[in-house]
Each structure stands twice: as C-alpha cells, then as structure tokens.
C-alpha cells in the first residue's frame, strides 16, 4: 500500500529511484506564497474549504476532525510523552485510504505515518522547538521542519511525504490548515515537484540477480512463499497482490483477473498467455484448493497482516533486501514491465538503454505497461521503464557531480599532483553518468621512462595509485580501486577521462587551484 500525495501516485518503502534532487535555487530564503492573481498569502490564514485540488478539499471535507476525541483522552492520559501518544494514536485509528474506494490504507502505510510522526517530533527536538503534547504542532513548527530539510537536500519525493503526513494527521486532529502545501513552503516549487521516471533499472536483472535462483532458494524456506514470488515475476503483480492471490476466481480462462490486495481497488486483468502462466496458475490452485477461503496461502487462518509481514519476513530471510542484494519485492514488478515493453516494442526500455523509438510504437509499450500493472495514466509507465529525457539529464547531472567532487577538490588534486601519474580515466557504468555505488574503479597511466616498458611503469607506479585511489576514496565516501589503463582500456567498459588529473594539466596548474578540500 502507498501514501497518497496530492492525487499522485504514492510510493511505497520498496520504491528507488525515483527521487530529484533538490536544485540550488531551492536553499534561497523562501518567497511569500501567493493566491490566483499573484496576491501574497499568508501560511497562518486558514484556506477555505473550497480551496485546494480536488483530493485536498475531499479530504478535509471527508476527514476532518476524526481523531480530535482520541488525541484529546490520550494528550490527558500521556501529558507529556508524544512519542506514546503517536504510538497510541495510530494503535487506535484506523486510517482512511485517501483516493479510490471506501476502505483503510495497509500496513506499510501505518507504518510510514507512524515513522514520519516520530521523526517530527525528533526533528522539532533538533530545532530547539520541542513539543509535550502532539496539539502544540502548529504552522510554524512545519514551516521550520521544510526549511531544515530543504537545507539537508532532501529529496522531493521525502519531502512531498512528510508535507502529506503532516497535513492528513492536521486534518484529523482538526487543524486542516496545519501543513500548507509543499508548493508553498520553498523557494522553488518546481525543483521540489517528483518526477516519476526511472532513471535507473530496478529489475533485479539490472543487479546481475537470476530471479529463478532466488525463487528456488525461497522453496526452501516455505513452497508457498516461493509461489507468491512467481506471481511477481511473471504477473506483475505487488507483495499484497501475491499473497492475497485467488487462483480459483482469478482464472478466467486466457486473462489472470487480480482484483484483491489492489491499489485503489482497482481490478485488472493480465494475459495468461505463456506454458509458465498456465503452469503456474494450476499449481497456485492445488494449493488453494486445501483451504475454505481458496487462498493462496500455507497458513489459511493467518490474519491478512500477519500474512504479508511473514512473506516480506521471508524474503528478508533468503537475502531480498536493499542492504543485503540491493533489491526488493517491488523490483519483480520492475522486471515485469521492462519485459512487457520489450515484448510489446521489439527494444528494450529507455532505462535499460534501448533506443529512441516512434512515439507510436513506444506509446503502445507505455499502454500495455500502464496497464497491465494496474496504473489509470500510462504516464506512470515511466516509473518503470524510463524516458529518455529525463534519463539523458540524470546522466549528465550525474557526471558533472563526479567530475566536480574528483578535479575541484584542493587536498585530493595534491594527492594526485604527488602522485605524477600522466592520465586517469573514471572506468565502467558511473562513466556514463550512472550514479556511483558502493565502489568505483579509476584507471591509469603513468610516464614512461627512457628504455622502460609501458607495463612495467604501469605496475612499479601502483603503489602512487593506490594513495590516489585512497583520497578519492575519502572525498566520493565509497571504496576506489586502481587499474592499469591497458587492461581495461579497448574493452566494452564504458571510460569518462579525467582531464583535471592529468599531468600536463597539473604541471600548468598552481598547486592551491582546487575549490573545495
């Protein structure tokens, strides 16, 4: 389940990538908001109901004042303590889903509201504004909470949920003008809005992973489980999805029809149109067919919650975790939709670098994508397959930053100067403006001497390489690794040369050059 933001769609703790990074302008001191007409309003003065989009003002008018009560007896019977009113509060409310049909949010959005509650109050601490009660909230603590996190540049994506949070538990605790919108509280509205292209792969294949190992892997630990990751895989369909899957009522003959655990309600169908489909549906029934509810489960009296916290648990457990493979559940979904576009297009997706296609052919990739993952605007599509736009901008941000953090850096340019190395070369995926990950490899060359071999310099130079290596190291925050040019130069690997570090550069260079240290 996802946090709304503002009618878009939310996002959910399994979802990468898809952040902004806040521009310059956005750390300038924030204007005053204005009305339609360009007249300035201010962020105290209660906005009428009428005012808004179209899911704000449904929601104050739906929501408002729900929690007022339960606050009130427990503000009494926790003077004092807001961390165990936010647990009380949230343990006793039931939230409501903010689009779609009538029904409350899953567990992973309680969850994300109780974190961000948390964190405020935290975060107020920080600021020397700290609160006793929840109630005390008020505009002011809100405006001050954007401007901290404007400063420690957020992401768009972070903000605009914690600017949700904020302003739903504001209406619920019956202050509907508490958190004015994101859009009114920076300095550049437009570098704060999310963008929702992918702007790199989060299949699991992008991670060199084998989803069929992995799945294998998960039989081990419950056959069921495994089952509700083949759905994933060949389906499409979310974690609750799978494992709220009806195999009996879903199968409609050539469509699989997924109609629970859906986001918004919203029910779709998804061809079953492969021998692994057909397979896959018959075996889910056999399982299903051990229990009255016809469930796709191994515990048929387990609670729907207890159900999805034990598959994420399982997961978990067989390694499928950011921190551990640099993957989640949601990548399968990921993997789903590039293939789809891929089968559709006859190109794989601007994300995983296909080419620029007709605007016809990759619209109707776009659709089928849209659609068979259960979105209503196909331009949410670009979420998982990319666009080449965008990505072309990430990139190039990308290689600016490097480029800047690796030549304009005083101490680590003498650290290179020392070195004398002649060239460096930044060297694989991080070359062509991908972000750069847990390690990164720079290549070089270093002079030769009269009657001295290339190769022989190359490695009686290592040593200077690796102290190089070492402070880059130090200035990027991830583990540099040296190489010598010739064995990686030629190849498929991708190459960014490093013109800042070279020693014709350096030598014309004074030795304080840098900007940064």
Not at 315 to 339: C, D, M, P, Q, Y
Request: proline share 6%; aromatic share 6%; hydrophobic share 40%.
């Amino acid at each position: 389940m996802q946090v709304q933001v503002e009618g878009s769609a939310g996002q959910s703790p399994q979802q990468a990538d898809l952040d902004m990074a806040p521009q310059e302008a956005a750390f300038q001191a924030v204007p005053k908001p204005v009305n339609k007409g360009g007249r300035p309003r201010r962020l105290d003065k209660p906005m009428k109901l009428k005012e808004g989009p179209p899911i704000l003002r449904a929601l104050r008018a739906r929501e408002l004042g729900l929690g007022v009560k339960l606050l009130a007896s427990l503000e009494r019977r926790y003077k004092g303590d807001p961390f165990t009113q936010i647990a009380e509060f949230f343990g006793n409310f039931t939230i409501p889903a903010a689009t779609g049909r009538k029904r409350t949010v899953g567990i992973l959005t309680e969850k994300i509201y109780v974190d961000q509650m948390n964190v405020l109050v935290k975060d107020l601490k920080r600021l020397n504004m700290g609160i006793q009660n929840l109630s005390e909230i008020s505009t002011r603590h809100i405006k001050a909470l954007t401007d901290l996190y404007v400063k420690e540049s957020y992401s768009a994506s972070s903000l605009a949920k914690k600017n949700t949070v904020q302003r739903r538990f504001g209406i619920w605790i019956g202050k509907p003008d508490l958190a004015p919108r994101l859009a009114d509280l920076v300095a550049n509205p437009h570098s704060f809005r999310r963008h929702y292209s992918a702007k790199v792969s989060k299949a699991w294949s992008a991670k060199q992973i084998d989803p069929h190992e992995l799945i294998q892997r998960m039989k081990l630990e419950c056959p069921v489980a495994a089952m509700h990751l083949e759905f994933q895989l060949l389906f499409g369909l979310r974690p609750r999805e799978a494992v709220m899957m009806k195999p009996f009522s879903a199968d409609q003959g050539n469509v699989l029809f997924v109609t629970d655990g859906t986001k918004g309600g919203r029910a779709r169908p998804v061809p079953i149109d492969t021998p692994a489909k057909r397979d896959l549906v018959e075996r889910a029934k056999a399982v299903a067919a051990g229990n009255a509810r016809r469930v796709l489960t191994a515990k048929p009296s387990q609670p729907l919650h207890a159900a999805v916290r034990r598959y994420y648990h399982l997961a978990h457990k067989v390694g499928i975790t950011k921190s551990e493979l640099g993957i989640t559940l949601h990548g399968l979904r990921h993997h789903f939709a590039n293939e789809l576009y891929k089968q559709v297009t006859g190109f794989d997706s601007p994300v995983n670098g296909g080419p620029v296609l007709d605007p016809e052919l990759a619209e109707r990739g776009a659709y089928a994508v849209a659609e068979q993952l259960g979105h209503a605007r196909k331009a949410i599509a670009s979420a998982y397959i990319g666009h080449h736009r965008t990505i072309s901008l990430a990139r190039k941000a990308n290689i600016m930053e490097l480029l800047g953090r690796l030549e304009k850096n005083d101490s680590l340019l003498s650290v290179v100067r020392e070195a004398g190395l002649a060239e460096w070369w930044v060297i694989g995926e991080p070359a062509g403006g991908a972000p750069v990950g847990a390690t990164l490899q720079l290549a070089y060359r270093a002079p030769v001497l009269a009657g001295q071999e290339q190769m022989s310099a190359d490695v009686a130079s290592m040593p200077q390489a690796l102290r190089v290596a070492e402070a880059a190291g130090k200035a990027l925050g991830c583990m540099v690794l040296p190489c010598i040019a010739s064995t990686v130069l030629g190849s498929a690997l991708e190459t960014l040369e490093l013109v800042g570090w070279d020693a014709n550069v350096l030598a014309k260079q004074p030795a304080d050059s840098g900007t940064n240290s």
